[in-house]
C-alpha cells in the first residue's frame, strides 16, 4: 500500500474558548481529488491552514508521504511539497506575472529564466498564462492560474484550493476543476474546499465533510448522494419545534420592495441578478446563502447602503443597518461611544450637534442593550468585540423603527448575548418594523424568521421553513417544487 | 515691556502667523483622511493671487479684504487641483500636492521675472501693494499686523467646528473610517473629502495672502522659507488639534527667531534649530506612544 500524501490525524483546534477543530482526521490520497465540505465556520479553512503550516493544532499529528511534520511556518510547508491557494490572493498587483511567481525564490532573479521557467510550467499544467502580464491586468480567473502556477512552481505536489470556484463563473469553474483532474492524474495530490456539492460530486475521489469541527461523513464520492451529503453538512433538525413558538403578525403592508433588481459589481460580474422581494411590517425574513451567493449585496440594496444597478428599489428615508465587518462599517474605533452613537444619520444631519442630548441617549442605551464597560466617553475600541456589537444593534433598533437589515446578529456574541438580541429583534418585529436578517447559521436563522429566502449565485428563490431544503437550494441543489410552501404567491 | 523684549515678540508672532494658518490646513486635511503636504504650493498660490489684487487695486477700500479672499480661493484653487485628481483619477495626493508645490514655487519665479515683475525690470519682485491692502499694525513701532488675529480667530472657530457642528463631525468621521462614515452614517464621503481638499487649501492660500499684505507687501521668490513643511510639523506636534496647532506655531516661531539670533549673536550655526524641533516632534511621538499603550494595557 502507497503512503497518503497528507494525513492529518485526531487534530485539535482552540479559539479562545471555542472547539474550531474537534479531533479532525483526513486522509489525501496519492493522485487523486480530495474534497473538503461543511458549512460557513465549519472549520475547513482552519484544518487546511494546519496542514499549511499557517496555524499550529492543539492537538493532533500531521503527515506527509508517510514522513511526520511539525510546520513552524509556511515555508516549512512549501518545502515539504504543499501549496495553497488561498480565498483571497496573495499577489502583487504591480507586478508581472513572472515576477509574482519568481517572488519568494532565492538566489538571484533573471528576467529571462522566470519567463522561461513560467512558460515551462504554464504548458505543463494546461494553465495559459502570459508570463509578461501585470497581475492587476488580468482578470480574477487568471488571477488564480497564477497563484496555482505559483504554488507548482515552488514544487507543489499538494495542492490545496480554498474555494476556488467561489470567484469563478460556472465555465471557468469547469476548466479549472479539469486542470485539477488532471494534476491529478500525473500523480499530484489536489486538496478542494468547497461547500458547493456539485463541484465535489464532479470532480472528487474521496470526499471528506465537517461540520461544528467534526468529522461527520468521509468516503468515497461514488458512494455519496446529494442528498446524504446536505444531510450531514447541515445535520438533522433537532430544533424544528422551536419555530412553532413564533407569531406571524405581518400586516401586509410592504416597507421594503425590490422588483427585477440587479447589481453589478465593480469589476462588472453581476453579483445579484433580478431580485423581487417584499418584505411587509411585522415580518423577519431570513437570507440563507453560501458566502459570494450575491447576498451581502441584496442585503446592502435593502438597507439603501448601496445602489441597484438596475430595478426599482421602494425602501424608507432610514434603514437601521447591522453589517457583518462591525470594525470597519459599522463603528470608527477610536471615536468614543457617544460619537460612534452619533455616526447614525451624521450625513443629514445641520448645524449644531446636540452632545448633552446624545449623551443621555448613549447613556441609556448603554444601559438598555447592556454594553458592559462602556461609557459615553469611552472609545469604542476599548469594548470587547461582543458588545460592540450590542452597541451596533442597539444604536440601530433605536433609529429605525420601520425597517432593520442584520448581518450577521450573533457574530462574536456569547450564548446569552445572542439570546438577548434575538429578544430584541422579535420585539422590533412585533412592534411592526420589517426586518431582514442573514446568518451563516441555519439554526439561527431557523430561530429568528417568519420566512426564509434564499440567495444562490445571485438568484433569489423562497424556501420552505425547513432546514433540509433551505440546505439544499443554498447548494444549489434542485429544490423539490412539492416542498415550496403555499403561502408565497 | 522694554523695546528689546517687544521686538522680540513681534518677530515672534510675525514668524509664528504663517505657520499657524498653514498648520491649521494641514491639521484639517490630516483630520479628514487627506494628505495634503502641499501647504507651501497653496500658500504660494495665495500670496500670488493678493500680491496682484493688491498692486491692482492697492488704492481703493476694498483692496484688502479682496487681497485675502482671492489668496483664500487661490489656494482652495491649487488645492481642489489635487482633489480631484485624486477624485477622477485615483492620484495620491500626497505625490500630486507635492509636485504642486514646485509647479507653484516655479510659477512664481516665472511671474515675478515676466507679466508681474515691477516696472523698472530690475528685482524679481512684484511691485509693492497699495497701502489700502495692507494689515494694519497692531502695536505701533513694531511688525505685529492684524494676520495674528485672524488666525487666532480661525483657529478658534476650526476647534468649535470641529467638536461642535454636523460638518466638522463628518469631516473627522470621514478622516478616521470612510467605510464606516458611509455605511453608518450614509454620509457623502467623496464629497466631504472634496471639501476637506478645498478648506485646507484655502487656509493655506490665506496664510500666504496674509504674509503678503502683512509682512512683505510684495511677491517675490523663496517667500515661503518652506512654511508649508514647517507646518505638518506644527500640526502633528499638536496632535492635529487646531488650539494646539496654535500653540505649536508659537513654539516653532520662537524657536526659529531664537536661531536667527543664535547664528547673529553667538555663530552658532541656524541649522540647530531644525535639530532641537526634530528632537521636539520625537519626544512628543514617543510619549504619546507610550501614554496610548498604558491605556490599552489599563482596558
Redesign the interface.
Known amino acids: 500500500m502507497t503512503e497518503p500524501a497528507l494525513a492529518l490525524r485526531e487534530i485539535t483546534k482552540r479559539f479562545g474558548s471555542t472547539l474550531a477543530l474537534d479531533h479532525a482526521s483526513l486522509t489525501a490520497r496519492s493522485g487523486t481529488v480530495h474534497a473538503l465540505l461543511g458549512e460557513n465556520g465549519a472549520g475547513k479553512t482552519t484544518l487546511m491552514r494546519i496542514a499549511f503550516g499557517m496555524l499550529h493544532p492543539d492537538g493532533g499529528t500531521l503527515t506527509v508521504e508517510g514522513t511526520e511534520r511539525h510546520f513552524r511556518t509556511a515555508s516549512d510547508a512549501i518545502g515539504a511539497g504543499i501549496g495553497m491557494v488561498h480565498q483571497h490572493f496573495t499577489l502583487v498587483p504591480a507586478m508581472t506575472v513572472a515576477e509574482n511567481i519568481a517572488l519568494g525564490g532565492r538566489g538571484a532573479y533573471r528576467p529571462r529564466d522566470a519567463r522561461e521557467h513560467v512558460r515551462e510550467a504554464s504548458t505543463q499544467s494546461g494553465l495559459a498564462i502570459d508570463p509578461d502580464a501585470r497581475v492587476a491586468d488580468l482578470p480574477v480567473s487568471a488571477q488564480q492560474r497564477v497563484e496555482i502556477l505559483k504554488a507548482l512552481a515552488r514544487g507543489a505536489r499538494i495542492l490545496i484550493l480554498d474555494e476556488p470556484t467561489a470567484v469563478l463563473t460556472p465555465a471557468e469553474s469547469r476548466e479549472l476543476l479539469a486542470r485539477l483532474r488532471a494534476f491529478a492524474e500525473q500523480g499530484g495530490t489536489a486538496i478542494l474546499i468547497t461547500h458547493k456539492l456539485r463541484d465535489a460530486l464532479d470532480v472528487a475521489d474521496d470526499i471528506t465533510v465537517l461540520r461544528h469541527g467534526r468529522i461527520v461523513w468521509s468516503g468515497l464520492a461514488t458512494e455519496a448522494s446529494e442528498s446524504t451529503l446536505v444531510e450531514t453538512m447541515v445535520g438533522t433538525s433537532d430544533r424544528a419545534e422551536r419555530e412553532s413558538a413564533r407569531s406571524r403578525s405581518a400586516t401586509g403592508e410592504a416597507v421594503l420592495a425590490l422588483r427585477d433588481v440587479s447589481v453589478r459589481n465593480e469589476r462588472g460580474r453581476v453579483t445579484l441578478e433580478r431580485a423581487n422581494v417584499v418584505v411587509q411590517s411585522g415580518e423577519i425574513v431570513g437570507v440563507a446563502a453560501v458566502e459570494g451567493s450575491g447576498q451581502r449585496e441584496l442585503l446592502r440594496v435593502l438597507a439603501?447602503?448601496i445602489a441597484a444597478t438596475t430595478g426599482r428599489v421602494a425602501i424608507p428615508e432610514?434603514v437601521g443597518?447591522v453589517?457583518e465587518d462591525r470594525q470597519?462599517?459599522?463603528?470608527?474605533?477610536?471615536?468614543s461611544i457617544v460619537?460612534n452613537v452619533?455616526?447614525?444619520?451624521?450625513?443629514?444631519?445641520?448645524?449644531?450637534?446636540a452632545?448633552n442630548a446624545l449623551r443621555g441617549e448613549t447613556t441609556s442605551l448603554i444601559e438598555h442593550y447592556d454594553v458592559r464597560g462602556g461609557a459615553p466617553s469611552v472609545r469604542a475600541r476599548?469594548l470587547s468585540g461582543g458588545n460592540q456589537q450590542k452597541l451596533?444593534v442597539g444604536r440601530e433598533l433605536e433609529g429605525a423603527q420601520s425597517a432593520l437589515v442584520v448581518e450577521n446578529p450573533s457574530r462574536g456574541l456569547d450564548f446569552n448575548a445572542t439570546d438577548a438580541v434575538h429578544g430584541r429583534l422579535h420585539a422590533a418585529r412585533d412592534a411592526g418594523a420589517a426586518v431582514v436578517v442573514y446568518s451563516p447559521d441555519l439554526d439561527e436563522l431557523l430561530a429568528l424568521a417568519d420566512r426564509v429566502i434564499v440567495v444562490h449565485a445571485g438568484r433569489v428563490s423562497d424556501a420552505p421553513l425547513d432546514r433540509e431544503a433551505i440546505g439544499r437550494a443554498m447548494l444549489g441543489a434542485t429544490v423539490d417544487r412539492a416542498d415550496t410552501p403555499p403561502e408565497h404567491t | 515691556m522694554t523695546g528689546e523684549a517687544l521686538a522680540l515678540v513681534s518677530d515672534v508672532l510675525v514668524r509664528a502667523t504663517p505657520l499657524a494658518l498653514t498648520g491649521l490646513a494641514v491639521a484639517i486635511a490630516f483630520r479628514g483622511g487627506v494628505w495634503n503636504i502641499g501647504a507651501d504650493g497653496q500658500f504660494l498660490a495665495g500670496a500670488t493671487l493678493a500680491a496682484w489684487i493688491g498692486v491692482m487695486l492697492g488704492a481703493t477700500h476694498a483692496a484688502l479684504p479682496l487681497a485675502l479672499l482671492t489668496g483664500a480661493a487661490a489656494g482652495a484653487a491649487w488645492a481642489g487641483i489635487a482633489g480631484i485628481l485624486r477624485s477622477r483619477f485615483g492620484v495620491l495626493e500626497v505625490i500630486s500636492t507635492i509636485m504642486l508645490n514646485f509647479v507653484a514655487a516655479f510659477g512664481v519665479s516665472y511671474l515675478v521675472r515676466g507679466p508681474l515683475q515691477e516696472p523698472t525690470h530690475v528685482y524679481p519682485q512684484t511691485s509693492s501693494i497699495g497701502t489700502a491692502a495692507e494689515l494694519p499694525v497692531l502695536v505701533p513701532g513694531t511688525r505685529i499686523h492684524a494676520g495674528v488675529l485672524i488666525a487666532l480667530a480661525l483657529t478658534i472657530a476650526a476647534w468649535w467646528a470641529m467638536r461642535?457642528?454636523?460638518a466638522g463631525?463628518?469631516l473627522?468621521?470621514t478622516g478616521?473610517?470612510p467605510?464606516?462614515?458611509?455605511?453608518?452614517?450614509?454620509?457623502?464621503a467623496e464629497r466631504v473629502t472634496m471639501r476637506a481638499f478645498l478648506l485646507s487649501g484655502a487656509l493655506a492660500g490665506l496664510a500666504g495672502a496674509v504674509e503678503v499684505c502683512g509682512v512683505t507687501y510684495a511677491l517675490y521668490e523663496n517667500l515661503s522659507p518652506g512654511y508649508g513643511y514647517t507646518a505638518i510639523a506644527v500640526a502633528l506636534l499638536a496632535r492635529l488639534n487646531p488650539i494646539g496647532t496654535f500653540v505649536a506655531a508659537i513654539l516653532f516661531g520662537a524657536l526659529e527667531v531664537a536661531a536667527s539670533a543664535l547664528q547673529r549673536e553667538a555663530a552658532i550655526p541656524s541649522t540647530t534649530a531644525t535639530v532641537v524641533e526634530a528632537t521636539v516632534i520625537l519626544a512628543v511621538i514617543t510619549v504619546a506612544d507610550w501614554r496610548a499603550r498604558r491605556v490599552e494595557r489599563a482596558?
Not at chain 1, 470597519?328 to 471615536?335: M, N, Q, T
Open positions: 439603501g447602503r432610514y443597518f453589517p470597519r462599517d459599522a463603528l470608527i474605533p477610536d471615536f460619537e452619533a455616526l447614525r444619520g451624521a450625513g443629514a444631519r445641520r448645524g449644531r450637534i452632545w476599548h451596533v | 461642535h457642528t454636523a463631525f463628518r473627522r468621521a478616521a473610517n467605510f464606516a462614515a458611509r455605511s453608518a452614517g450614509l454620509v457623502d482596558a
